[in-house]
């Protein structure tokens, strides 16, 4: 199995910035794209921002520009760097692990999720 750990969350003003970090662990043969994702209470989980292998990107057209997607391959983490937060609902930010594991064909993984709240 693979477990992806996120951290890097809390509380924060806004126009203020925040680094999540993201390390999968476990029985790890690959790792394809990882992503983050966030949702707020009553609101559908939504992609924020993910990256394959190779280092291409895609963003959420609301973080374009104040956020910036990266990874370690050789230490299986992920970043998520966010400049000019903005006063919104609190929300869990999620890490999403496209991997195959030594015992298991390819799976999508996900985390338990890192709060973040920006206060106006």
């Known amino acids: 199995q693979v477990q992806p750990v996120e951290s890097g969350g809390g509380l924060v003003q806004a126009g203020g910035s925040l680094r999540l970090s993201c390390t999968a662990s476990?029985?790890?043969?690959?790792?394809?794209?990882m992503g983050w994702y966030r949702q707020a209470p009553g609101q559908q989980r939504e992609l924020v921002a993910e990256?394959?292998?190779?280092?291409?990107?895609n963003y959420a057209e609301s973080v374009k520009g104040r956020f910036t997607i990266s990874r370690e391959n050789a230490w299986n983490t992920m970043y998520l760097q966010m400049h000019s937060l903005q006063p919104e609902a609190p929300a869990l930010y999620y890490c999403?692990?496209?991997?195959?594991?030594?015992?298991?064909?390819?799976?999508?993984?996900w985390g338990q999720g890192t709060q973040v709240t920006v206060s106006s």
């Open positions: 990256i394959t292998g190779g280092g291409s990107t």
């Open positions: 476990g029985s790890i043969f690959s790792i394809s794209t």
């Open positions: 999403n692990v496209d991997a195959i594991a030594t015992t298991r064909g390819p799976h999508v993984y």
